[in-house]
T-cell receptor, first 108, second 115 residues
């Protein structure tokens, strides 16, 4: 079992829809959780960080964390074609572990 | 303020050759990291340096060595390159305190091919 698991996709949504990206992790001691966006051929850039159970909103993005279920998700509202990218879930305990990423395509 | 810089951007090596990947950050961060990214594998940690003067192995350290030259610079060395080391290498840095805790900032990457 991978330490951080994501559906590889591709996930395709129409412009204006909500994109829902999911991530599960195996290390119960994990304390910090991150979502990074990576455009093709570019480096990862941070979208959201979340440290406690519940929801955290930033503009069109909402991160959700459920430590009991070892689950973290990212919702993107009003999806735009510019949101098309690979989204990496990262989980930190002693060091950072990344999922393989979910490729999102937003169709105009 | 350049953030995290890496050199070179591209490199082609023959099996058995050696090279050093350079990384520098100007954000006064204490921690620095080297990752490799392969298709379908996500980012995997090779080595990290929690603070100047310390280095630790990550998930996939075999075949690599690192040097934390000073607070700004963290280099990754391949002593005898192998085709399995063909990958994209990212350097990152972070600060372990404050509101930005644990957020890692990535350099642009080095695309390495070993023939």
């Amino acid at each position: 079992q991978k330490e951080v698991e994501q559906n590889s996709g591709p996930l395709s949504v129409p412009e204006g829809a909500i994109a829902s990206l999911n991530c599960t992790y195996s290390d119960r001691g994990s304390q910090s959780f991150f979502w990074y966006r990576q455009y093709s051929g570019k480096s990862p850039e941070l979208i959201m960080s979340i440290y406690s159970n519940g929801d955290k909103e930033d503009g069109r993005f909402t991160a959700q964390l459920n430590k009991a279920s070892q689950y973290v998700s990212l919702l993107i509202r009003d999806s735009q074609p510019s949101d098309s990218a690979t989204y990496l879930c990262a989980v930190r305990n002693n060091d950072m572990r990344f999922g393989a990423g979910t490729r999102l395509t937003v169709k105009p | 303020n350049a953030g995290v810089t890496q050199t070179p951007k591209f490199q082609v090596l023959k099996t058995g050759q050696s090279m050093t990947l350079q990384c520098a950050q100007d954000m006064n961060h204490n921690s620095m990291y080297w990752y490799r990214q392969d298709p379908g594998m996500g980012l995997r940690l090779i080595y990290y340096s929690a603070s100047e003067g310390t280095t630790d192995k990550g998930e996939v350290p075999n075949g690599y060595n690192v040097s934390r030259l000073n607070k700004r610079e963290f280099s990754l060395r391949l002593e005898s390159a192998a085709p399995s080391q063909t990958s994209v290498y990212f350097c990152a840095s972070s600060d372990r305190a404050g509101v930005d805790i644990d957020t890692q900032y990535f350099g642009p990457g080095t695309r390495l091919t070993v023939l």
